[in-house]
């Protein structure tokens, strides 16, 4: 049996400790590292530049490869599983007046056209409260009372 080799494992911002025997296989290997963090050996890819060319595959004699103890093992993958989708996606656009009606919708303003960064940018404008107050209990008149609106 050939000695075990020290090893990381880096798996997003986790380092853990690997220890690697050069006897066994790829997928072997990938077991074992399943074991150690959940991340399924289906979803899992495995590379080491210094000691394997791209992802490790199940079939790969690990005694082929350059390993040495203290080289870093990088691992993407998942440990869980994206639950499915429990209902189907409904548009607005695509509802009938009658479901439209029976949905309670955020408050917000009808896009005309290309309106809508301007519609975002009023609503974002909206909860600043300082311009909430400074607006609040102002008059604004009609035609020619608005802001600039003074003559010469």
């Known amino acids: 049996?050939?000695?075990?080799?020290?090893?990381?494992?880096?798996?997003?911002?986790?380092?853990?400790?690997?220890?690697?025997?050069?006897a066994e296989k790829g997928g072997e290997l990938k077991q074992r590292?399943?074991?150690?963090?959940?991340?399924?050996?289906?979803?899992?890819?495995?590379?080491?530049p210094k000691a394997w060319?791209?992802?490790l595959g199940d079939d790969i004699d690990l005694g082929s490869c350059k390993l040495?103890?203290?080289?870093?093992?990088?691992?993407?993958?998942?440990?869980?599983?994206?639950?499915a989708q429990k209902q189907e996606v409904v548009f607005v656009e695509d509802m009938k007046e009658e479901e439209v009606a029976a949905v309670s919708l955020p408050a917000g303003l009808a896009n005309l056209?290309?309106?809508?960064?301007?519609?975002?940018?009023?609503?974002?404008?909206?909860?600043?409260?300082?311009?909430r107050e400074g607006l609040r209990g102002r008059s604004f008149g009609g035609a020619g009372g608005g802001a600039g609106g003074g003559g010469g």
């Open 1 to 22: 049996m050939a000695a075990m080799l020290k090893t990381k494992l880096k798996w997003g911002k986790q380092q853990l400790e690997l220890e690697v025997n050069p």
């Open 33 to 48: 590292i399943c074991k150690l963090t959940g991340v399924p050996v289906d979803r899992q890819k495995l590379s080491c």
């Open 53 to 55: 060319k791209g992802s």
């Open 68 to 83: 040495k103890a203290g080289l870093t093992i990088m691992l993407i993958g998942t440990a869980d599983v994206l639950a």
């Open 113 to 131: 056209g290309n309106t809508c960064y301007m519609n975002s940018t009023l609503q974002c404008l909206r909860v600043v409260p300082e311009l």
